[in-house]
């Protein structure tokens, strides 16, 4: 964690130079001052942080114990991740209200789990919304009932999500990187859409519920795959993001979905050490709240709600 965010909520966050930062550390600060200084005054109010032109924005909103994150574009375009559960739809639904959101052009949900999609039947009664993709998995809980209910209801276009989909996204590429076809021996975490998402020069990938034995599918089919920010699979469990895979992606900023003293442990010990071992930035919405985060195609630029 930065000292610059500890002091204040909204930063740019980069990459991590160790050797050159050694060298050059008072060139460096004379820049950095007059960046931050910049950047501060960009940042003071909450219309100061969206970057003058074109952007992406990455809601990570904070749900307690589960996922629901919102991606815009300076475009108009909106795609919906996941709802957060049941409890969360007052939340949800206002948060998107007060976005402005009157419809969604693409709603995923990433797994049949109570904690990402059990708000999803308010959302799709709520908004209007173009196209629908889950995974080709079933759960037998009220959550996933409602939620077909829903959607038999609505005029979504309902499509199965699969691993090489590519979204009719114009601002960047969105690509389904997950699910594989699916086996009896796969478990509803390892059925997750897995959500990768390219802007600019920017990358950011969404691993929904998905662990290690997708991430290891994952890097096979894509050996050159990087991503700069990993919204980090299961809530941060040892499960997912295995050293392999963090290493292979490189990312310099890890986001974890979990509510404040989770039933689960999470995220788990593992995960917090070999973020810190990688000197990787990380955000986690039990203790940031809802986090935002805007790519201008270049850099990525971090506000948490606390
Ligand atoms: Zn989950």
């Known amino acids: 964690m930065s000292r610059q965010r500890r002091s204040r909520n909204a930063t740019v966050i980069r990459p991590r130079h160790n050797v050159l930062f050694s060298y050059v550390f008072p060139l460096l600060m004379v820049v950095l001052v007059l960046f931050l200084s910049i950047n501060i005054a960009k940042l003071q109010s909450w ?72 708000a999803m039947a308010a959302i799709i009664r709520a908004f209007p919304i173009d196209f629908f993709y889950m995974p080709d998995a079933v759960n037998n809980t009220a959550a996933f009932s409602t939620m077909i209910s829903a959607l038999e209801e609505s005029k979504a276009v309902v499509q199965e999500a699969r691993e090489g989909i590519v979204l009719a996204w114009k601002a960047g590429k969105i690509t389904l990187l997950a699910p594989f076809p699916i086996t009896s021996a796969t478990s509803l975490n390892n059925s997750s859409v897995v959500v990768y998402i390219e802007y600019g020069t920017t990358s950011m990938l969404l691993c929904g519920d998905a662990e290690e034995e997708v991430e290891s599918r994952i890097l096979t089919k894509y050996p050159t795959l990087r991503a700069d920010l990993i919204k980090l699979g299961h809530h941060g469990s040892s499960t997912s993001s295995t050293p392999s895979f963090i290493d292979h992606l490189k990312p310099y900023v890890a986001i974890v979905t979990c509510g404040t003293d989770n039933d689960y442990g999470l995220p788990h010990r593992e995960t917090l050490q070999l973020l810190e071992s990688r000197r990787i930035e990380l955000y986690r919405t039990d203790t940031n709240g809802s986090i935002t985060v805007y790519s201008d195609g270049t850099a990525l630029y971090a506000e948490t709600e606390k």
């Open 47 to 118: 219309m100061g942080l969206v970057p003058d032109n074109e952007w992406l924005r990455l809601d990570f909103i904070d749900v307690g114990q589960g996922d629901a994150i919102l991606v815009t574009s300076s475009t108009g375009e909106t795609l919906l991740v996941d709802s957060g559960g049941r409890s969360q739809e007052k939340r949800i639904l206002s948060f998107l209200r007060d976005r402005g959101i009157a419809n969604l052009d693409y709603v995923i949900a990433t797994h049949p789990h109570e904690d990402h999609i059990g």
